[in-house]
């Protein structure tokens, strides 16, 4: 007995046999329910109500929207018909008022030509000048505009509270023997060795634009950025940001070291009135005993002289005589 006849027998010594045929009916029928027979679909194909329509009928849609042109095939400016100038107002409301004169009809009582005026005044937004029985009367200016008050200058009061709570912080970038380093500079820091400095930062200048420095007795500066601050002998130097200034520093026998002082800021910080008189008496640790070390030179004494620190402001000024 092959396969087949023994699956036969066993279907039927089971009673699986409908449930074998329902599924050989089902896998005969649903193709041919699914596909629909020729006839049909012929028939459909051929019905010319409800034939597809071409590639090139559909891309045209039965309302058309027409906008503007992408490119104007006309050169020249373009002019709104809606939007007229204001002299044009004034001269067609001059006219309005000369045509109703001549005809005899007040615009007083809603004429014809005085809507229009309205209306084109309302259009344009220019303002409608007002009737006169006088058809050659010219057309009142548009009233000035009205200045505006000056605002109040604040009280020195005011100014003095504003600098009680502010102090002035510079940043600098020195550049020396063995790297770079960027940092904060309190008061009388100093750039280079202590014993023999290359300069001192004193502080902002008055103006609140420079950081001055003073020179070390055995240093000289080199480079064009900077201001000289006291003229006699350039010592005292000040340097806003973005200035670098060179620095040579003399040493035992004919060495040297150079130094290159950068500043990258010189900004006013707001801060608590007794936050800020704390930090415009801020002093670098050793900057008093530099100051007076390099004070014993006569020429840094001399410009250290013509400077005065304010503890009130945080500004370095100079005084009036040499």
Avoid at 145 to 170: D, F, W
Avoid at 193 to 215: C, H, R
Avoid at 240 to 262: C, F, M, Q, W
Wanted: proline share 8%; glycine share 12%; charged share 20%.
């Amino acid at each position: 007995m092959n396969p087949v006849q023994r699956l036969i027998a066993d279907l039927v010594k089971k009673k699986l046999w409908p449930v074998a045929l329902v599924l050989v009916t089902s896998a005969v029928a649903i193709p041919l329910l699914i596909g629909g027979g020729g006839g049909d679909a012929g028939s459909e194909a051929t019905d010319p109500s409800i034939a597809p329509a071409p590639a090139a009928l559909e891309a045209t849609s039965a309302v058309e929207l027409v906008g503007p042109p992408a490119v104007r095939s006309r050169p020249g400016a373009v002019r709104d018909p809606f939007r007229r100038k204001k002299t044009d107002d004034a001269k067609s409301g001059s006219g309005s008022s000369s045509s109703s004169g001549g005809s005899g009809t007040s615009s007083a009582k809603g004429s014809p030509a005085r809507s229009d005026a309205k209306s084109g005044a309302a259009t344009s937004g220019a303002k409608q000048p007002g009737s006169s029985s006088n058809p050659t009367a010219a057309a009142p200016k548009p009233a000035a505009p009205t200045p505006k008050a000056a605002a109040p200058k604040p009280p020195s009061g005011s100014l003095t509270a504003t600098v009680a709570r502010s102090a002035y912080q510079t940043v600098a970038r020195t550049t020396r023997p063995g790297g770079d380093r960027e940092r904060p500079l309190k008061r009388l820091s100093v750039v280079g060795n202590a014993a023999n400095p290359a300069v001192q930062f004193l502080g902002v200048g008055d103006d609140g634009e420079y950081a001055i420095f003073v020179l070390g007795p055995k240093a000289t500066a080199s480079g064009d950025d900077g201001a000289c601050v006291v003229v006699e002998g350039c010592r005292v130097i000040g340097l806003r940001r973005g200035d670098k200034l060179g620095v040579d520093v003399a040493g035992a026998g004919d060495s040297s070291r150079h130094y290159e002082i950068e500043v990258i800021r010189v900004r006013r910080l707001r801060m608590a009135a007794t936050q800020a008189t704390a930090w415009r008496k801020r002093v670098d640790p050793i900057g008093r005993e530099v100051q007076s070390t390099i004070g014993e030179d006569v020429a840094t004494a001399a410009a250290l002289g013509r400077l005065r620190y304010s503890t009130s402001t945080g500004t370095i000024g100079l005084t009036n005589a040499p």
